[in-house]
């Protein structure tokens, strides 16, 4: 009877949380109010500025600003009146993110392998994805629900299941939790991302070809050393290369459009980026 009425309480809280939609239409978990993801975003925001080393060059911040504002000025709904705080960190990590409330950070790495504005541009359009279809949320939701099944184990011990029936349940809640739950929802995040990133690429007027040049640059900064798909985080660099250039036909005239609307970013990358010839 404990059994029951904890994967009761377990499964109502699923089904009230699973009318959420991702922008793309995918369902989605969502347990938490946005205004509490929206705290710890600005805390942990806060958080890496106090620890990390912040990029005072004038030029290169007006320039990450530039591709930034050119994206948030066409976001969809309230996302693009938001005040979207933007930090430069002067350390080598090729990474970028934006975190629930609109707090954005790039690296100085991000910015020496991104060639160009447009380059820029899908990679904080990706990460700002993440915000717009509240990954976080689901990400911490998800864990959440995770660690819930996870405590009823002793649970499962005290009853009278046979082995096999409590074999598949711990495996559906523990080693099946991680491989087949927590990590599929992270790489579905990423293309998800990446296809929203694309869009907002499309409607700001940033050349869409070289979002899978940036993928290519990525994947040759990391020495074309990744880890299997299936238990990886991240889409294999390939993969994603494939799926972008498989959605920019279709976003082709939404691109042309917002061009001859105006929007025609010239966000001016510094000198300062480039990296010395070897």
Partial sequence: MQLKTVLLGITAAVTLASCAQSPTGRSQLQLYPSSELNKMG?????????????????????????????????????????????????????????????????????LETAENQHQLAAVIGH???????EHSNERISSNMLVGLGLQIGGVIASTQM????????????????????????SRTHESESDELGLEYMADAGFQLDQAP???????????????????????????????????????QSRYQQAVAAGHTPNCQRPASLDKPAE
Avoid at 162 to 170: F, P, Q, V, Y
Avoid at 236 to 249: F, K, Y
């Fill in 213 to 251: 040049e940036l993928w290519r640059n990525m994947k040759a900064a990391s020495g074309g050393a990744a880890p299997p798909e299936l238990l990886s985080t991240h889409p294999n660099p390939d993969t994603r290369i494939q799926d972008l250039e498989a959605q920019i036909p279709s976003l």
């Fill in 42 to 110: 600005a805390a942990s925001y806060e958080e890496m500025r106090k620890e990390g080393k912040i990029n005072q060059d004038e030029q290169v911040n007006a320039y990450v600003r530039c591709v930034t504002d050119a994206l948030v000025e066409t976001l969809p709904g309230d996302y693009a009146q938001m005040d979207w705080e933007v930090t430069v960190f002067d350390e080598p990590t090729v990474n970028a993110f934006a975190l629930p409330g609109g707090y954005i950070g790039v690296y100085n790495g991000l």
């Fill in 162 to 185: 046979d082995s096999d029936e409590a074999g598949l349940l711990m495996a559906a809640l523990g080693i099946g939790a991680q491989v087949g739950v927590l990590l599929p929802y």
């Fill in 127 to 133: 990460e700002i994805g993440h915000v717009i279809a």
